[in-house]
């Protein structure tokens, strides 16, 4: 189990930073643990992996700029960081559903 100020300085620092690729290794310094008892620790405490907390805190932006922007699908999976509007598709697909398109079209009836 992590310490709540470890939780908060891992969970502050990938925020912080969703448009970035995770380093595992410098979350783990941060919270002074190895690198593999950082990973074991967080998803004993959180209830999942630190990247998969990662890519849902992504994911969770991306409907967002989806909802309230104009922005084109490409745009929105670079500042979310994703390497390509591909890449963006297929992740927000298998959390979400249904294509980043389609879920814009959807919100914009609601």
């Known amino acids: ?4 100020w470890q939780v908060g300085c891992a969970k502050s620092f ?12 410098e979350l783990a310094c941060m919270c002074r643990l190895s690198p593999a008892y950082f990973v074991r620790a967080f998803a004993n405490t959180v209830g999942v992996a630190p990247y998969a907390w990662f890519l849902g805190r992504r994911v969770a932006r991306a409907q967002s700029l989806l ?10 999976a ?3 960081g994703f390497s390509d509007q591909a ?4 992740a927000f697909g298998k959390a979400i559903g249904m294509t980043p398109a ?9």
């Open 1 to 4: 189990m992590l310490a709540p």
């Open 14 to 25: 990938m925020l912080g930073n969703l448009s970035e690729p995770l380093q595992i290794a």
């Open 67 to 76: 909802a309230n922007s104009e922005l084109p699908l490409a745009q929105i």
């Open 78 to 80: 670079l500042d979310c």
């Open 87 to 90: 890449h963006f598709t297929n």
């Open 102 to 110: 389609r879920w814009r079209k959807q919100a914009e009836r609601s």
